[in-house]
């Protein structure tokens, strides 16, 4: 497949957008369903495809000298003002990331696509309105972040970074008859809005300095000629920071909002109102690490800005902990998940803010090994998160309930499902040969390369993921002999539902094993990877111990959890409500916001701005209904008004022109 | 004589041949296959409509009185595309009981106005110009009585070819002016003749030329006639006299002021457009806001459209032109939507105020869907298209770089902002208006649906297809020998 074909990978999901939003609104749901997944499936194949070419194809400039090189497919000139000086292109860039993350979003939304078949089919046992709303929004949600990841300069990516907030918005709400999802995909588009806007702040500041949006110009092909211009502005500063500093702190803050960094994550674990294979899709593998990758994709300007990349790495290491801490109490599983994918993003974002560019050895290991690790995590996480996700989507379709309390011992009602769920368990704890062995072990090894208290850190936090993750695992499938509540048994999905989590279990296995090092780099050289035995080692002591600390607490029914929090009541109860960050976005939002800021600018508002346009309308309305009679409906009095302003335009111009 | 000259002329000839396809179906065909005439003239000329996309070769011919260059060749194109949506939307309308015998007239009349359009817009010698413009002015006059049961057609007719009559004998009389002074009617000798000659006559003529061209484009005060006949005539006409018949005047307009004035009496006539261009805005704007019937509302907001349009011409420049071009196509699809549902509802419940349209979502979403999107881009709300075109016919006006004209440009936000209000105040009445006596549910005709939808296609994508700009203003701005003169 010719690279140059990439746009119709877009092009698929966007006219399956089309048909599905406009003309398949009448037809049988069946219908629409198989022809949202078939169209999937083709793109898909046709993912897959492009990647393998770009990956182990020849010609077409991929390759360079063993040095993988960015290609644009596409380049169109969307909009051009002052001769030129202004471009905004739209265009597709393929290079090793997109390349990768066309693979996941494909995959994941393809078995996402299967899977709703049988999970949107009923709600409850009744027929599921909006089905084909529903594939629809996830027709565009999937070309929205195909757009994202191919996009060949800021601007572009600005605009689907916005198109991907909205379909998550309509998403979030497709349920909109009930007030939870209402309230829940308001305040995911507003603080990921929000963040967008510093994200627009950023992204001006940047362009300003470089004079253009394009990544290539601003940056080089591989991130080793970043151009002057930024360079130079480099040294312009403003209170302190350098304004190259002031744009990528921006951007990241834009970043952050969409992949719910603290102290900006307040909208994901809400967003779990949406229907669960969508929480899969967006809220798990894809739009949430849109923010990582686009850290990834202007790594090489924050290498040169360390002030923005400490930024990054605190805020990540920070999120890492504080979301592991709040899983570790959650009685909804969605919630918990949620919270785990907060965390996991986390280690994605640290990863790369630990990650150097330098081409010299550094303790053993070639740098920009933590970019290396963080595309793998990337790629690792959306596979086994998904995987998790979409079991979860299956127990909760079984039980009627997102409560842990309502499920128990499923294991024996939902093998299948308990065993998929069990390998997501061990590949995102870390254990080998799983995906998520491999690439946390090239995080934390780049951890410490940084320094040991990052390692440390972070491999604590890896303690605490492994902990949770078998928490949820024993409280939902052991813990206690499970009571049927109605008259039908839980029991495994139909295969439309089991089909996809087969397939990513299977993944979720093998995974690991693809050497990443070869294939996504920073810069496009090869790199070595070796597994380093002390780290490697530690990580698994330390997996296995929440494992076994969880054993111990969860594997059967005991009293000890409950001793645990009442001994560590305040700190139980605390995690348990996410630590007030809510509570506080309350007052600070009501209390301070809107009390101290927005009255008086609705005062100013109402009346001053609404008086100049209340005496605008008054004075245009009276001029109206003065001047009406000229409009008297006599052929004479027209043809009177034609020729008294014909002479008048030639009187006053003629004496005009002869006296001045 | 040279034959082969009329190879020059490629549009103008297609455009005989559909005539003449659509005449001799009219009269040599049976009575009973005449119901299919509408749907044939409609495709005959869609036909046309994509051939005539096809090049034309750049040339001056028959005595250099016919122009034909890639700017004429574009107007003529996005004229076709109006006519199209046009006969599009007046099938149906053709064929309903009362129109119908006459229905081979409408065609014929409507394409031979059309056809006075093309030398409107390609005549370099004033003789083939007015010639042209009354070849498209007189016709209309019986367009508009068309529907002869009704008193307001007939009145509507007899003000529109009075007040015609009266503006083409003053624009006459400041043409006589015009050889009298210089003994020559070409565009490009004019212009050499009349440099440095200041003389009160020409300005007079230049007043009246532009009374003239003002007549037809409804510019204020010059526009009385508007109102009256808009109401009055059949819906279909209407929209065509609102879109078509303005933007070949506006085109001519330009080509007039900028070839023959534009030497010597750039200032002049800039400064007399300049006050029109602010009452025109403006006065139109108060009236629309008073309106109650829509096809008397669509009158008053196409003088106030017809104002920017202005704004593309006083910039005189290439970005001028290619923003009035521009804006002329996006007003051609956001109007007819908007009278191509006016003339469904019509059609089917003969109602036409505001008022009958309250709670009109609820019933007809679609229709008040595309409804609302041509309001929106009537009053240039983004991401439509009309928002694309009010943008770049501003920005051509603020490339001069006069304050005068940043005022002039200021002056037309500032009406944008009101016109906004009467435009969503249809858009309030469809969808937050409650009413006992909503239209009901109706299934238009599948043509007028078809209509409709290109206006939609049409209103959503031009504005974000940018190459359609990109290649008016690669077109004008090639026209050096044009903007030499300034």
Excluded at chain 1, 394 to 409: W, Y
Excluded at chain 2, 284 to 312: E, V
Excluded at chain 2, 468 to 478: K, N, P
Aim: net charge neutral; aromatic share 16%; with cysteine.
């Amino acid at each position: 497949m010719p690279l140059s074909s990439t746009i119709y990978v877009l092009a698929i999901p966007f006219f399956m957008f089309l048909f599905l939003g406009l003309v398949a609104t009448k037809m049988p749901r069946k219908i629409t369903g198989v022809i949202g997944v078939l169209g999937m499936a083709v793109t898909t194949v046709w993912a897959y495809a492009i990647a393998f070419t770009y990956f182990f194809g020849n010609g077409e400039g991929q390759m360079l000298d063993g040095v993988r090189q960015q290609v644009v497919t596409t380049d169109w000139t969307w909009l051009s003002f002052y001769a030129d000086k202004l471009v905004v292109k739209l265009g597709v860039l393929v290079d090793p990331i997109s390349a990768m993350m066309l693979i996941v979003i494909s995959t994941v939304s393809f078995m996402v696509h299967l899977y709703s078949l049988g999970y949107m089919s009923d709600h409850d046992g009744n027929p599921e309105k909006g089905f084909q709303r529903y594939y629809a929004d996830l027709a565009l949600f999937t070309f929205s972040m195909l757009g994202l990841v191919v996009s060949t300069n800021i601007f572009q990516m600005f605009i689907f970074f916005e198109m991907v907030g909205v379909s998550s918005y309509l998403l979030i709400g497709f349920y909109y008859g009930l007030q939870p999802a209402n309230h829940a995909s308001k305040k995911a588009f507003i603080v990921t809005r929000l963040a967008d806007l510093f994200f627009l702040i950023g992204i001006l500041i940047l362009s300003f300095y470089t004079k253009t949006f394009d990544f290539k110009e601003i940056m080089g092909a591989n991130g080793h000629d970043v151009c002057n211009a930024f360079t130079s502005a480099q040294g312009l500063t403003f209170m302190g920071c350098s304004v190259t500093g002031w744009a990528l702190t921006f951007i990241f803050i834009g970043g952050a909002g969409k992949s719910a960094m603290y102290p900006l994550h307040i909208w994901l674990p809400d967003a779990m109102e949406g229907p669960t294979p969508v929480s899969a899709l967006i809220h798990a593998a894809t739009m949430v690490v849109a923010g990582v990758f686009l850290v990834a994709r202007m790594f090489p300007l924050y290498v040169l800005e360390q002030g923005a990349m400490d930024i990054i790495c605190v805020v990540g290491a920070f999120t890492a902990f504080y979301a592991a801490a709040v899983a570790c109490t959650q009685s909804d599983i969605k919630r918990a998940l949620a919270f785990s994918t907060i965390s996991q993003i986390a280690f994605m974002m640290t990863s790369l803010a630990v990650s150097s560019a330098n081409s010299k050895l550094i303790g053993g290991h070639e740098a920009g090994l933590g970019y290396m690790a963080s595309m793998f995590h990337l790629f690792t996480h959306a596979m086994f998160k998904a995987l998790l996700f979409l079991c979860a989507g299956a127990i909760i379709h079984a039980v009627h309930s997102n409560e842990n309390s309502k499920m128990h011992g499923l294991h024996k009602f939902m093998p299948i499902t308990s065993i998929a769920f069990l390998i997501g368990c061990l590949a995102i704890a870390g254990i080998p040969p799983f995906a998520g062995f491999f690439s946390k072990d090239e995080i934390l090894v780049a951890c410490y390369e940084k320094g040991i208290g990052w390692g440390l850190w972070m491999s604590m936090v890896a303690g605490m993921t492994a902990f949770y993750m078998f928490r949820i695992y024993y409280l939902i499938f052991f813990w206690k002999k499970h009571e049927v509540h109605g008259e039908h048994a839980p029991k495994d999905q139909p295969w439309t539902m089991t089909v996809p989590l087969i397939v990513l279990a299977l993944i979720s296995c093998v995974a690991g094993f693809v050497p990443f090092g070869k294939l996504v780099t920073w810069d496009g050289n090869l790199l070595e990877t070796h597994l380093n035995l002390p780290v490697a080692g530690a990580s698994v002591g330390i997996a296995l111990i929440g494992i076994g600390l969880a054993t111990v607490m969860y594997w059967k029914e005991n009293p000890l959890p409950d001793k645990l929090a009442t001994m560590f009541k305040g700190l139980w109860t605390a995690s348990y409500r996410r630590f007030y960050m809510d509570e506080l976005y309350q007052f600070i939002t009501h209390k301070i916001i809107f009390q101290g800021i927005s009255k008086p600018i609705a005062w100013f508002d109402r009346t001053i701005i609404d008086g100049f346009f209340n005496l605008l309308g008054n004075v245009t309305n009276s001029a109206s209904f003065g001047i009406r009679k000229m409009q008297s409906g006599n052929v004479q009095g027209y043809v009177s008004y034609y020729i008294i302003g014909a002479v008048l335009l030639a009187a006053i111009t003629g004496a005009v022109i002869l006296f001045f | 004589m040279d034959y082969s000259q009329f190879l020059m002329m490629p549009q103008e000839i297609g455009l005989l041949v559909v005539f003449l396809l659509v005449f001799l179906y009219d009269t040599f065909m049976p009575t009973k296959t005449l119901k299919g005439l509408p749907l044939f003239a409609t495709v005959v000329f869609g036909i046309f409509t994509i051939f005539s996309f096809l090049p034309v070769p750049d040339g001056m011919v028959f005595g250099e009185m016919f122009e034909s260059n890639k700017a004429t060749w574009a107007m003529k194109n996005i004229l076709n595309i109006g006519m199209f949506i046009v006969l599009l939307q007046s099938i149906k309308w053709a064929n309903s009981d009362f129109v119908s015998i006459r229905r081979g007239e409408f065609y014929e009349l409507i394409i031979l106005t059309l056809f006075g359009m093309y030398l409107m817009i390609s005549g370099r010698h004033f003789l083939l110009f007015v010639i042209g413009l009354e070849t498209a002015s007189l016709p209309l006059a019986t367009l508009v009585a068309f529907e002869k049961k009704y008193y307001e057609s007939h009145e509507a007719a007899a003000k529109y070819v009075l007040t015609a009559v009266f503006s083409s004998a003053i624009m006459l009389l400041g043409l006589s002016f015009v050889y009298g002074l210089t003994g020559t009617l070409y565009f490009t000798d004019i212009a050499t003749m009349i440099v440095g000659d200041k003389s009160l006559l020409l300005i007079v003529a230049l007043a009246f030329l532009i009374s003239g061209v003002g007549y037809k484009l409804s510019l204020v005060p010059f526009h009385l006639w508007t109102a009256d006949v808009y109401q009055g005539a059949p819906t279909m006409v209407t929209s065509y006299l609102s879109v078509i018949s303005k933007g070949s005047a506006a085109f001519a307009f330009f080509v007039i002021l900028v070839q023959v004035f534009g030497a010597a009496y750039a200032p002049v006539w800039e400064w007399m457009l300049y006050a029109i261009i602010v009452i025109t805005i403006t006065v139109g704007n108060l009236f629309a806001i008073r309106q109650r019937n829509l096809k008397r509302f669509l009158a008053f907001s196409s003088i106030s459209q017809a104002g920017y349009i202005m704004l593309g011409v006083i910039s005189a420049n290439a970005v001028g032109m290619a923003s009035m071009m521009y804006y002329i196509l996006v007003y051609i699809f956001s109007n007819l939507a908007a009278f191509g549902v006016i003339a469904v509802i019509e059609r089917k419940t003969g109602k036409v105020t505001t008022d009958d349209y309250n709670g009109l979502f609820k019933t007809n979403p679609w229709l008040a869907f595309v409804m609302m999107l041509a309001m929106f881009s009537l009053g240039g709300i983004p991401p439509f298209a009309g928002f694309f075109s009010k943008f770049f016919i501003f920005l051509g006006a603020a490339k001069t770089g006069s304050v005068a004209i940043y005022v002039l440009v200021l002056i037309a936000l500032i009406n944008t902002i009101i016109s906004l209000y009467y435009y969503l105040l249809v858009v309030k009445a469809m969808f937050i208006r409650q009413d006992d006596c909503v239209i009901p549910a109706l299934k238009s005709h599948w043509t007028e649906r078809a209509g409709l939808w290109i206006c939609t296609l049409g209103i959503i994508l031009i504005g974000l297809v940018s190459c359609i700009y990109t290649s008016l203003s690669d077109i004008t701005s090639s026209l050096t020998s044009m903007f030499s003169m300034i």
